[in-house]
DNA sequence: GTTTTAAGTCAGCCTTGTTGACATTCCAAG
DNA sequence: CTTGGAATGTCAACAAGGCTGACTTAAAAC
């Protein structure tokens, strides 16, 4: 699924001179700022931040998903995610329930609460999204998505594929 | 949320559901990732931080810059900006001289040594940056680029654009 | 001569990452 | 039934790298 889309053999000479490269370089940086401002605004306001914006993200987006699973998403540690986690779910953001097959497990769902504030972070960040989309045009939506899906490490891609996707 | 499966092929009219939206701010994520990881090793051998490799860069990239545009371009406190300078300085990688037309103010430049971390942090990245490219193909670079520049700040943007370009 | 600007410094705080050690619970294999 | 190991949680300590606020020095600007 990830790559079989015609190579580029014939013509597979890209000119891509050290400065065309750095100029991508300084893309990424400058654009993560922007595709973080908004969602930073909101959690400051609330007294949050970034990783709580992740956790919430997830959950949402896999209800019902455990700790570890979370952890291998989010590349931190636990005692890291934990401290996140339980601050969430002191605010009553996040709901915690002891698996039923697994009784080890913890199965993490939002909260009418966390929902609340899922919504305000993605709105917020889609509507970024969105107006970039715009700006841009429809032919660069597609490279953009390629491309940033070409710069993933392999377990990040795994991760990224197997989120639930209605299509691109 | 019926049947969004087809891709918008060239039609101006964007049909952008939350949840394509949603995959792009995803991808942006976990790419960034990938991004970061390389230099992030290479920094890590040598006991620095992101930190510094965002000042090496821009360093490096404007050579002679003075500390108050680094600050603008960073986006960070001159305490902060200065703890990380201060390192790089004491250890032999970046230089600061007394300004000759305005005393008060420091140009610096990268020491041999410097340019040594700069061209392995900027090989790796590089490196990853040109096979996505390649991996995506042509078209796809140009789409990404412009996505970018769309999503960042005015600011940001104004510094992004202000960057010597060797052209397209 | 006063004010403003550029830079540097000190002290302290916060978030979010890290290790390491250890307790608890509980599934599953022997 | 017992035990090993997996999943989770928790405590403590630490580091990087953000932040604010207060203050100094030097030089430029007015």
Redesign the pocket.
Known sequence: MADQSAPPSSESLLFLTDEQLRKGIEAMFFAYRGFTADPDRI?EER????????AVHFIHRSPGT????L?SI??????????????LIEDGLVE?K??T???????LTLTDKGRELERALSDAQRNRMRDAYRKAGPEAVQGFRQVLVAMMDGDMRRHYLALKDAGQ
Do not use: M
């Open positions: 959690l007294g949050y931040g970034r990783a709580h914006h992740r455990t700790v570890n699973n952890l989010l590349g931190v540690t636990k005692q890291s995610l934990n401290r996140v986690l339980r601050t915690s002891v698996g097959k697994d009784k080890r497990e913890r199965h």
